[in-house]
Antibody, heavy 121, light 110 residues
Framework: QVQLVQSGAEVKKPGASVKVSCKAS????????ISWVRQAPGQGLEWMGW????????NYAQKLQGRVTMTTDTSTSTAYMELRSLRSDDTAVYYC??????????????WGQGTLVTVSS | QSALTQPPSASGSPGQSVTISCTGT?????????VSWYQQHPGKAPKLMIY???KRPSGVPDRFSGSKSGNTASLTVSGLQAEDEADYYC??????????FGTGTKVTVL
C-alpha cells in the first residue's frame, strides 16, 4: 500500500531554516512527483510547489520563490522540503502528497501525515 | 495566484444533500478539467474525494459527486452521514505545474 511518512515536529527560531522529509513506500518512487502543501493553524490549504522524483524538475509557488527548495533522494525514496529565513507566519502543518503528473493526472492522491513546524522566538 | 472561493460553511440533516461551490477564474477552474476535492477531518491529512471534476477514486462512496460550469465547480454530498462532517477543499490546476486551493468549507451534519 502507498505510504508517505514524514519527519517529526520542529520548533525553530525566526530566521532559521527547517528541512522536512517525506519517505515514500508501496510504489515506484521515480514514477510520480511530490507536492508540498501547508496549513497554518485554523487556516486553509496552501500549495507550496512540486518536484519530479524522476528528474528533479521543480516548480515553486511564487510567494515562496527564493526561500524554498525541494529535493529528492531516489536511493531512499525520500523527498525533502527546506524552507529558509523562517518567519512566524510560516508556522503550519506541512504535508507532502503524491502527484501523478506523469500519468496525466493533476491532483494529489496520497498524503503524508503532516509535520508541524513552529516558528517562535 | 488567489485562492479559489468557497462558502465558509454548509449544513444538512442526515439523509439530505449539500452542495459546495468553488469559484475561480478562466486561468484555473475555467481553463482546465482538473478540479479535485479533498475531505479533511480535524487533525487529519486531507483525503482525495473527487478528481478531474467528477471522477471518484476507488473506495470513495458514490454519494460524492462533482461537476463544473464555467469558472465554478461544485461538490455534492448526497445522503449525508455523520462521518461526512469535515472540512472540504477544492483545488484546481492553474497551468505550468501550478495549483491553487479553495478557501475551504466546513460541512456540518445537523
Amino acid at each position: 500500500q502507498v505510504q508517505l511518512v514524514q519527519s517529526g515536529a520542529e520548533v525553530k527560531k525566526p530566521g532559521a531554516s527547517v528541512k522536512v522529509s517525506c519517505k515514500a513506500s508501496g510504489y515506484t518512487f521515480t514514477s510520480y512527483g511530490i507536492s508540498w502543501v501547508r496549513q497554518a493553524p485554523g487556516q486553509g490549504l496552501e500549495w507550496m510547489g512540486w518536484i519530479s522524483a524522476y528528474n528533479g524538475d521543480t516548480n515553486y509557488a511564487q510567494k515562496l520563490q527564493g526561500r524554498v527548495t525541494m529535493t529528492t533522494d531516489t536511493s531512499t525514496s525520500t523527498a525533502y522540503m527546506e524552507l529558509r529565513s523562517l518567519r512566524s507566519d510560516d508556522t503550519a502543518v506541512y504535508y507532502c502528497a503524491r502527484y501523478p503528473r506523469d500519468y496525466g493526472d493533476y491532483h494529489f492522491d496520497y498524503w503524508g501525515q503532516g509535520t508541524l513546524v513552529t516558528v517562535s522566538s | 495566484q488567489s485562492a479559489l472561493t468557497q462558502p465558509p460553511s454548509a449544513s444538512g440533516s442526515p439523509g439530505q444533500s449539500v452542495t459546495i461551490s468553488c469559484t475561480g477564474t478562466s486561468s484555473d477552474v475555467g481553463g482546465y478539467n482538473y478540479v479535485s476535492w479533498y475531505q479533511q477531518h480535524p487533525g487529519k491529512a486531507p483525503k482525495l474525494m473527487i478528481y478531474e471534476v467528477s471522477k471518484r477514486p476507488s473506495g470513495v462512496p458514490d454519494r460524492f459527486s462533482g461537476s463544473k460550469s464555467g469558472n465554478t465547480a461544485s461538490l455534492t454530498v448526497s445522503g449525508l452521514q455523520a462521518e461526512d462532517e469535515a472540512d472540504y477543499y477544492c483545488s484546481s490546476y492553474a497551468g505550468s505545474n501550478n495549483f491553487v486551493f479553495g478557501t475551504g468549507t466546513k460541512v456540518t451534519v445537523l
